[in-house]
């Protein structure tokens, strides 16, 4: 596609749902990043692709967030038992190489738990 | 830890130069990156110094000292669809972006 996609645009669960989020990165891109922003803040880094690989785990914020990628491209952030802090926008950035100066963003995934 | 520090928020007059400052802390980077974002929309790319000094891309010129630990985002010419919020961004080990909290920009007619 032209451009990073991301689905749902939106999301609303209740405490305690399990939620997937997904990323289509730019065809090609081989490394791809998952970023959350909570209202108002800057964007929190949360795990790093390389191809299908996460060399970088660490911004993940606790056992309940996981996510992957398959065939080096879509990748899937999921939240199990999902909590009120949580809520979130999510935003998926993607670039050719990992070194490049710029990452491409998608428009996120608002993520509301009530 | 890594560490951003900019204003929160900066209003300027349409036409006018405003400059929008960014400190950090780090053992480390690669490169300090500044993206703007509109309200509900994805951040974009701006401007990204590798190295000390200068680097002008049309109405955007940003700025870096590693020395001194600061940088900057020089907006000239201001135009109202300036109005957005700025992330300053460090660029750490995985290439993963550190950013800042943000300075929101209102610009002025």
């Known amino acids: 596609g032209a451009g990073v996609s991301q689905s749902p645009s939106n999301k609303v669960t209740e405490k305690g749902k399990d939620v997937e989020l997904r990323c289509d990165p730019i065809?090609?891109?081989?490394?791809l990043y998952w970023y959350r922003q909570s209202l108002g803040q800057g964007l929190e880094f949360l795990i790093y692709?390389?191809?299908?690989?996460?060399?970088?785990k660490s911004g993940l914020p606790s056992d309940r967030f996981s996510a992957e990628r398959t065939g080096g491209s879509v990748s899937t952030l999921t939240i199990q038992r999902t909590q009120q802090e949580d809520s979130a926008v999510y935003l998926c950035a993607s670039s050719f190489l990992a070194g490049e100066e710029t990452q491409y963003f998608g428009p996120g995934t608002r993520l509301l738990v009530l | 830890g890594q560490s951003l520090e900019q204003p929160s928020e900066v209003t300027a007059v349409e036409g006018a130069i405003v400059q929008i400052n960014c400190t950090y802390q780090t053992s480390g980077f690669y490169g300090l990156s500044w993206y703007q974002q509109h309200d509900g929309g994805a951040p974009t790319f701006l401007s990204y110094n590798a190295l000390d000094g200068l680097e002008e891309t049309g109405r955007f010129s940003s700025f870096l000292s590693r020395s001194d630990s600061y940088g900057y985002l020089l907006l000239q010419e201001l135009q109202m669809k300036d109005s957005a919020s700025y992330f300053c961004a460090l660029k750490g080990s995985s290439y993963k972006l550190i950013f800042g909290s943000g300075t929101r920009l209102l610009v002025r007619p």
């Open positions: 692709f390389q191809g299908n690989s996460a060399p970088d």
């Open positions: 065809s090609g891109h081989t490394a």
